[in-house]
């Protein structure tokens, strides 16, 4: 027997205008339904990958990716050298010293809650990807004093997030004021009752702009700067940053370049952070809704399968002396299983071919789909106000194309297995003796 008969009559039977009205209408509801399934699932799966792609572009390039700092109201001395060592570990792409303050932004008798980073900028953007964000002025130094401690009577530049700059109402050369709390390399932590505020002008020297909560509470200043006002030692430093070499494994890796150091130089106590237990929430939720969308895939096309075992049990009543016939010409049982799974299957792959069709190009322009959805109806689907990111990203990848086409192929020629198992039950002399 030719090995494609079974299929070709499984074809046969699929196209054939013998059937009744229900049964053709669940023939094309489970295509439909596996078809819808097919579509959200990559528009789903798009749209994670692009909030992946953000959240590593966007928080990750702005935040270290680990970060090694002292006890509270202590300093890293040597920190240069700490740093340069550290990016001799294989987990470490590059490391610099820092000191984080915080404190207050006022112009105008307007104040704004502050992180500020005190960083060597050449340095500090072998660690961060921050010149992308860079809305206005500058980062790096250059020959109009951005980002140098005072040469010249000019102040020291500062980079503001752009909503600590709206909020403020600051361009590019005005002049704001950083007040933070008295401290030195001799503060110690049990110290207690207040300090004096320090005030200490700078220039706006640049706006970064990254999108969401971040611009509403990170500056920028040079760490000379910083030193000087805090009468810290010309090396101190109260963290230094750093990137490992995988981001997404940052918590193994941060912790393999914290060993390196602390083999290689003297450190004391010091304690190791990763991204990943100040933003890895973000991380975890997009794969948790990664994972909960292909759970989806899953249950959906389960609905749309039951339509098919109903659609196939339906088509095999109708084709009882038609299979009674073919066992009776020497058809075997198991063509008979292979005829009707084809024959179910046909609607699942149909589904699942529209789905990957219509499906493909929604994912690739869902950005543009929902901004028009945005722009017709006047409203915003992501407020950037509590996301890092106003806009609904995409990312298609191939991958998630393919896995998706082929469990929904998967589960229809599944789906199959039970009706086809009994067509092959068939007697073939009770059926043709009519009784």
């Known amino acids: 027997m030719n090995k494609l008969l079974p299929a070709l009559i499984g074809l046969r039977f699929s196209s054939s205008g013998k059937k009744t009205m229900m049964s ?58 700490k740093a340069a060592v550290l990016e001799e570990s294989p987990a470490v792409e590059a490391a610099a010293p820092e000191i984080v303050i915080n404190g207050l932004v006022s112009y105008n008798g307007i104040y704004k809650g502050v992180q500020v980073r005190a960083v060597n900028p050449a340095r500090e953007l072998r660690v961060l990807r921050l010149s992308p964000f860079i809305k206005e002025g500058s980062f ?42 008295g401290q030195s390399s001799e503060d110690s932590r049990e ?46 430093a ?27 130089e003297s450190a004391g106590s010091l304690y190791v952070r990763s991204w990943m237990s100040v933003q890895g929430r ?62 179910g299957a046909v609607s699942g792959c149909a589904g699942a071919a529209i789905g990957i069709v219509l499906g493909i190009p929604a994912a690739i322009y869902l950005s543009e789909i929902v901004t028009g959805i945005e722009t017709l109806f006047g409203f915003h689907v992501l407020n950037q106000n509590v ?17 998706v086409a082929g469990i929904a192929v998967f589960m229809s020629f599944a789906a199959t297995v039970i009706p086809a198992v009994m067509a092959s039950g068939i007697k073939p002399a009770l059926e043709l003796s009519g009784k």
């Open 24 to 81: 053709g209408f669940i023939s094309r509801a489970s295509g439909i339904g596996v078809a819808i399934g097919v579509i959200a699932i990559l528009v789903g799966l798009s749209a994670m990958n692009g909030f992946e792609r953000e959240l590593r572009y966007r928080v990750l390039g702005v935040i270290p990716a680990a970060e090694i700092y002292p006890a509270e109201g202590e300093y890293i001395l040597n920190a240069s050298i």
């Open 238 to 264: 109260n963290n230094i940053a750093y990137r490992t070499a995988n981001i997404f494994e940052a918590g193994t890796e941060c912790l393999e370049g914290a060993r390196y150091l602390a083999d290689r």
């Open 282 to 343: 973000l991380y975890n939720d997009i794969q948790m809704i990664r994972s909960i969308l292909y759970l989806a895939l899953f249950l959906v096309i389960s609905v749309a399968c039951f339509n098919i075992v109903s659609s196939l049990i339906m088509a095999i009543n109708d084709k009882r002396s038609e299979v009674a016939i073919l066992l009776s010409m020497g058809y075997s049982r198991m063509a008979v299983i292979q005829t009707f799974a084809v024959q």
């Open 191 to 236: 110290a207690s009752g207040p300090k004096a505020l320090n005030s200490v002008p700078f220039r706006v020297a640049g706006i970064l702009e990254i999108g969401g909560q971040l611009d509403a509470a990170v500056a920028f200043i040079n760490i000379d700067a910083a030193r000087k006002f805090l009468n810290l030692p010309e090396d101190a």
């Open 140 to 181: 790096l130094e250059s020959g109009n004093g951005d980002f140098k401690t005072e040469i010249s009577g000019k102040h020291s530049g500062i980079v503001l997030g752009s909503r600590i700059a709206r909020k403020l109402g600051v361009n590019i050369g005005d002049t704001v004021d950083f007040l933070t709390a």
């Open 387 to 403: 996301y890092f990111i106003g806009f609904v990203p995409t990312e298609f990848h191939w991958s998630d194309a393919a896995a």
